[in-house]
């Protein structure tokens, strides 16, 4: 590119942008190189290092916003259509661009859209985590992973893990609920999945970035054992499963310091503990200070859209310059940046925008939701008889569309948003729906019935409707989005359309579509209840085919439904009453009990607890045999299925020291999904990580088992236990950052 190419630019990004591309010496023909792909990737590394002007290996660790925006004054020619970012290549050493798209339901679409990309939506994180599947994560990784690099992205900025604290957080939706064993195996599997394309996946938004009212300025306080047992092991568990080229750093404060310039978090936690070996970025526009950024271990700046002068281009020359950076940190960067990509193939393997197959995503999507949607109550309602003749459909856009989550995140479906004018008319909005119809869905599942339609808007209409039929679905939403909290009250008064509704018809159904937990007051006097989350671009048929019984349910819940705000940690974010900007602390005083490990010490009774789930047929489990869990011996049980038709079943093992000592009476220790016909039983195990029989000790750095009985229970939901067997286990200490070495008998 030509200086007079980079004319459109705002002046301080044209001047870094002409900086960058000053050519270094001509590559020596016949010499070794970094291309070379016979050699082994640390080689190549050394090679590019060498290789490579200062310029050049400053241009590698700064990334630009990727949209064509009013307000963005670095858009580069070669960006990607609407995306996320782009940090530009070496051309005159082949190294590539890294071109990178939101996020973790597939490619996504940014800000002043459009023009939209057209893309297949997975259902939202939450629901994913909701399947207790980590195959299926791993195919709808694989699936978003060939959308990506099928638009031409080489890095997917996908694998959101913060734990679900606050059910009014904006992101849940992004992410894999409130128990890390859970969310660490589940988006450890999608990142997988999602790497197999040779693309490189990034875990977001390390650490602690849990509420997003003002998530800018928020400072978080957490003890250093409470977070090791709570996001961190989240984190940890999702890198050690899922080998992420990339790591997010989240925009709050952790303990007085800006998470992109935490030393403790970054180069300590991360890339000393838990081994990190790829890079991190900031998230978009969380750098504060480029020399305490760089020597926290920050490796790449993203998103920089305006004021170029201020890039770390510039601002990390200055400080090598000046001595406040060392060369050898800048190295470092670039070498992480380098080899994680090299690793990941997403160089060797170059990406080019081709075709989609849309048919074939479309299945692996359905196939999630059909496995996340959660029955959460059935009064001898569900599934819905084929014998009806007629049904009344109310609410939530049903005749068009289901909800999806919005900012960052936002994936638009073929047909684009199916409900306009909806929600904030700026980023994050609008609300968008994607097109897939459930109430076409369930005219075509149910053939004999005469299925109506009313919007909901006036609920005597409804409730109208409702009782001139045999059964009543009301479709009930809660949009939320990045950088906002929510209720969990639903809004727009849908709690009064139930309640009307049920009212006119106890064989009343209402299907969710929130983005978390929300509260339920009219829950008695209805006789179904499912939770269909973002339910994805299929959602119309996967609700349609749970209703009708074409499809067995077997999600179950990764959060606890609270009984009413007063029974969590905090009824209201902190910081909510705070003008914009105003700095506040928030003290995660529950520290790592979270979800189920909070309603278990504070003895509440959740309205449905962690693991909960229905289905059509019934369950049994038993035979549990767990004699040395610590030792990596597995946990046996079995389970049988004593219905009336196949289905599949999630088994939750739960470990409790009888002495209590930890920071709740138990956690999760296990899960496992099993499939059985009508009769059949299966022998199934899982392996209890033993950081969590552990407790971390700060002063000696390392996970502590203590010495005694421990119950091993076999379970079915956070409340519900079918069998329990105690065992003795002896002293061990582990290593602060592996479940693997015991480091004393
Ligand atoms: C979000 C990230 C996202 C980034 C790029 C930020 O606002 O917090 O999750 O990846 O934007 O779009």
């Not at 991360?270 to 890079?279: A, E, N, P, S």
């Amino acid at each position: 590119m030509t200086v007079a190419t980079l004319a459109g630019l705002g002046q301080g990004c044209a001047k870094v942008a002409e900086r960058a591309e000053r050519s270094g010496a001509p590559v020596k023909v016949g010499a070794a190189s970094w291309t070379d792909r016979r050699l082994p990737v640390d080689e190549r590394v050394k090679l590019l290092l060498g290789a490579l002007t200062q310029d050049e290996k400053l241009t590698l660790l700064t990334g630009y916003y990727g949209t064509q925006t009013s307000w963005n004054e670095c858009q580069f020619p070669e960006a990607r259509l609407q995306s996320a970012g782009l940090v530009r290549g070496v051309p005159r050493l082949e190294f590539p661009p890294q071109w990178q798209t939101d996020a973790g339901s597939g490619v996504a679409t940014q800000g002043e859209a459009p023009p939209e990309l057209e893309r297949t939506l997975l259902p939202s994180g939450i629901l994913t985590a909701s399947t207790y599947n980590p195959a299926l994560a791993e195919r709808a990784g694989v699936m978003i992973g060939n959308e990506a690099r099928a638009s031409g992205f080489n890095v997917m900025l996908a694998g959101g893990v913060n734990l679900l604290r606050d059910p009014g957080n904006g992101r849940n939706f992004e992410y894999g609920g409130e128990d890390p064993w859970l969310a660490g195996t589940m988006v450890g599997a999608l990142v997988r999945g999602i790497q197999s394309n040779h693309i490189v996946s990034t875990v977001k938004h390390f650490a602690l970035n849990d509420q997003e009212t003002g998530r800018d300025v928020v400072n978080v306080k957490i003890d250093e054992a409470a977070a090791r047992m709570s996001d961190l092991l989240a984190f940890q568990l999702a890198i050690e499963q899922g080998d992420p080229g990339s790591i997010m750093c989240s925009y709050n404060l952790v303990n007085g310091a800006y998470a992109c310039q935490n030393e403790w978090l970054l180069t300590q936690v991360l890339k000393g503990d838990f081994g990190f070996r790829g890079y991190v970025m900031t998230d978009w526009g969380a750098q504060h200070d480029t020399v305490k950024n760089a020597n926290a271990g920050l490796d790449q700046e993203t998103g920089v859209r305006v004021k170029g002068e201020q890039q770390f281009l510039d601002k990390l020359a200055a400080a090598v310059t000046s001595g406040k950076v060392s060369q050898a940190r800048v190295d470092d960067m670039v070498r992480r940046v380098a080899q994680a990509l090299l690793e990941k193939g997403a160089i060797d393997e170059p990406v080019r925008p081709g075709k989609i197959d849309f048919a074939a995503h479309a299945a692996v999507s359905q196939a999630d939701a059909e496995e996340g949607i959660v029955l959460l109550k059935n009064a001898d309602i569900l599934p819905i008889s084929p014998t009806l003749k007629r049904v009344a459909v109310i609410g939530g856009h049903a005749d068009v569309g289901v909800l999806t989550g919005g900012g960052s995140a936002q994936v638009y479906t073929p047909g684009g948003n199916a409900v306009r004018g909806l929600g904030p008319a700026h980023w994050p909005g609008p609300q968008v729906y994607a097109r897939s119809s459930p109430l076409a869905a369930l005219r075509s599942e149910l053939p004999n019935a005469n299925i109506t339609w009313t919007d909901g808007a006036d609920p005597a209409a409804a409730a109208r409707a409702a009782a001139a039929a045999e059964v009543a679905i009301v479709f009930a939403t809660q949009w939320t989005a990045e950088s906002i909290d929510f209720s969990i009250s639903l809004p727009d008064e849908q709690d009064k359309l139930i309640e009307a509704v049920a009212g006119a018809n106890r064989r009343t159904i209402v299907v969710l579509e929130t983005g978390g937990p929300v509260l339920l007051p009219w829950l008695d006097r209805v006789a179904g209840a499912v939770e269909a989350w973002y339910p994805g671009s299929q959602g119309g048929p996967a609700i349609a085919r749970i209703l009708s019984g074409a499809v067995n349910p077997s999600g179950h819940l990764p959060a606890s439904f609270p009984r009413a705000l007063e029974q969590l940690p905090r009824a209201q974010p902190a910081g909510d009453k705070l003008p914009a900007h105003q700095t506040f602390d928030v003290s995660y005083d529950e520290g790592a009990a979270v979800g189920y490990r909070w309603y278990d010490k504070q003895k509440l009774e959740p309205l449905f607890a962690f693991g909960h789930g229905l289905s059509y047929t019934r369950f049994q489990q038993d035979q549990l045999t767990a004699q040395v869990v610590a030792g990596g011996r597995p946990v046996g049980f079995r389970v049988s299925n004593v219905g009336a038709r196949a289905g599949k079943h999630v088994a939750q093992i739960y470990v409790s020291p009888s002495a209590g000592g930890w920071e709740a009476p138990k956690r999760l220790g296990g899960f496992a999904k099993v499939e059985l016909a009508a009769g059949a039983s299966a022998e199934a195990s899982v392996r209890v990580d033993p950081r969590l029989l552990a407790s971390y000790d700060v002063a000696r750095h390392a996970w502590h088992i203590k010495a005694g009985e421990y119950a091993v229970l076999l379970a079915t939901t956070a409340r519900q236990t079918s069998q329990t067997v105690k065992v003795q286990l002896a002293e061990r200490w582990l290593p602060a950052g592996s479940g693997a070495a015991p480091l004393s008998p």
